[in-house]
């Protein structure tokens, strides 16, 4: 049996000092130093084995964390393992005390397309980090191959247009991770936010809706609706590439910033349908009469199917095997909830009898978040606004 542990660490923009990646946003030297120190601990403190990292602008600065990290870790061994000259240096509990490394590690990172590398107009990449490497290259898709239509029609009949996708707003990166005798494929996502799409017209400097001193209600509603219908086609094009995986029986895991909760409709798209009890009360499709519903033998097929093809939340299970009731990554406003995830392929269901593995624990890191309706709020902007999670995962038989 191997035990490992996978997580999600969205960092809030990584990058080194005296760089602009947003308008007049940047960092001094010292918040770097600060923000690299803070990271370094989260890191620490997680030892986690697989890491998905989001919103990372530069390998080098994504390096400086891990080698700090690395630093700290060594020094940590030292103070607390304890040596062979002790009686009692053989006993488990210490083994829970030591800090695994990244020494050996691999590090994937997937640039931005978008990135023009311009001052105040950079996009965040992703990255993974593994401590069992990368059984193949690891595969970045954010441009597509052909552009993809999504066609609409009209209710009632008739062509109501298309919404176009040629590449998606920040990089999927898809790895194969070695861990025991399997071989896990694991895709680290950062779907596109909340903030509404505006279009600023041909010659201005700005959209319309950005003048809040001119506040545009329905031009700002539509603005989050684009951003949302661009969020939902994002979800389809992680989910057709999850779903190619899944055909090939190979055991799926997907982290990141899904930038909605688990119920959003984008998230149920990258998690796919989840079965009814029962299928037989149900018309068919093709139905002729009444009495034209699928079979109990149907049935079986239809549930078989889609729970093959299916994604569970690792919290999920969390608070299904605990007392908890809540779990949170975000906190803005007063709303508290999850829209970072770890998502799980029915391998590791602890329900399928023919599961590789499954989920032991679930952790949560958001002690240093701060609402953003809180005065202390803007004082943290060093930190993440994210919490980090992990899912602690066995696989293979005991023994």
């Known amino acids: ?13 990584l990058i080194g000092a005296d760089k602009e990646y947003y308008k007049f946003q940047s960092y001094t030297s010292e918040e770097y130093a ?29 390096r400086d964390v891990i080698n700090e990290t690395e630093r700290r870790g060594a020094e940590l061994n030292d103070a607390v393992i304890p040596g062979r000259d002790k009686r009692y ?26 990135d023009t590398g311009l001052a105040g107009q950079r996009r965040p990449g992703v990255a993974v980090l593994s401590r069992f490497g990368f059984a193949e290259d690891p595969e ?66 700005f959209a319309p809706e950005a003048d809040l001193t001119k506040y545009d209600a329905v031009g700002r509603a539509l603005g989050s609706m684009r951003a949302a219908v661009r969020r939902m086609a994002e979800a ?52 002729e009469t009444p009495r ?42 007063g709303v508290h909830e999850s829209i970072d995830q770890i998502y799980l392929s029915n391998h590791f269901h602890p329900d399928n009898a023919a599961r590789i593995g499954e989920m032991d624990y679930f952790s949560v890191f958001n002690d240093h978040l701060t609402d953003g309706s809180h005065p202390e709020a803007p004082y943290n902007k060093l930190a993440s606004d994210h919490g980090q999670i992990i899912a602690h995962m066995r696989i293979g038989k005991a023994g």
């Open 1 to 13: 049996m191997t035990q490992f542990t996978i997580a999600s660490f969205n960092v809030k923009n």
């Open 292 to 333: 034209d519903r699928y079979s109990e033998e149907e049935d079986a097929q239809i549930r078989k199917e889609m729970l093959k093809l299916q994604l569970t939340p690792a919290e999920k299970f969390f608070v299904r095997k605990s007392l908890r009731d809540m779990v949170y990554t975000t906190a803005f406003g």
């Open 89 to 114: 240096h053989r006993k488990a509990i210490f083994k829970k005390l030591g800090f695994d490394g990244y020494g050996d590690a691999a590090l994937a990172f997937a640039p931005n397309v978008n």
């Open 140 to 205: 970045i898709i954010q441009e597509l191959d052909q552009p993809i239509t999504i066609p609409f029609q009209e209710l009632g009949g008739g062509d109501a247009g298309g919404f176009t996708i040629s590449k998606i707003s920040r990089p999927i990166l898809k790895v194969r991770i070695p861990v025991g005798d399997q071989v896990i494929t694991v895709f680290n996502c950062h779907l596109k936010s909340k903030l509404g799409e505006h279009i600023t017209p041909e010659g201005a400097g």
């Open 236 to 287: 389809w094009v992680l989910r057709k590439a999850i779903v190619e995986e899944l055909q090939k029986g190979r055991p799926v895991m997907v982290t990141g910033d899904f930038n909605d909760g688990e119920h959003a409709v984008s998230s149920e798209i990258i998690s796919g349908e989840t079965p009814f009890k029962n299928y037989a009360w149900m018309l068919r499709h093709d139905a």
């Open 34 to 62: 600060w923000k690299v120190d803070w990271m370094a601990d989260q890191l620490l403190s997680m030892d986690a084995d697989i890491v998905g990292f989001q919103e990372i602008f530069e390998e080098d600065a994504l």
